[in-house]
């Protein structure tokens, strides 16, 4: 379970990304999202940046978060 529910907030996060930029999102947006409270998320991340991190070493970054890296740096 511990697994499916990273990968939720995951793509959870990924599909916000596709509506505004990185910066403007929250962690309430994501849990939202997801379905999920606040505790969960928490319990698996510290913060919007470690499931950044994760997804980093999820899957392949270049694939995932390219289209998205301009939003990050702004």
Do not use: Q
Request: hydrophobic share 45%; charged share 25%.
């Amino acid at each position: 379970m511990s697994e499916f529910t990273k990968i939720a907030i995951m793509d959870s996060l990924i599909d916000l990304l596709r509506k505004k930029p990185f910066i403007k999102i929250t962690v309430k947006d994501i849990v939202t999202h997801c379905g999920i409270n606040r505790n969960t998320f928490y319990y698996h991340f510290k913060d919007i940046y470690d499931v950044l991190e994760w997804i980093a070493f999820a899957s392949n970054p270049f694939n995932v978060l390219l289209p998205f890296y301009a939003d990050v740096e702004k």
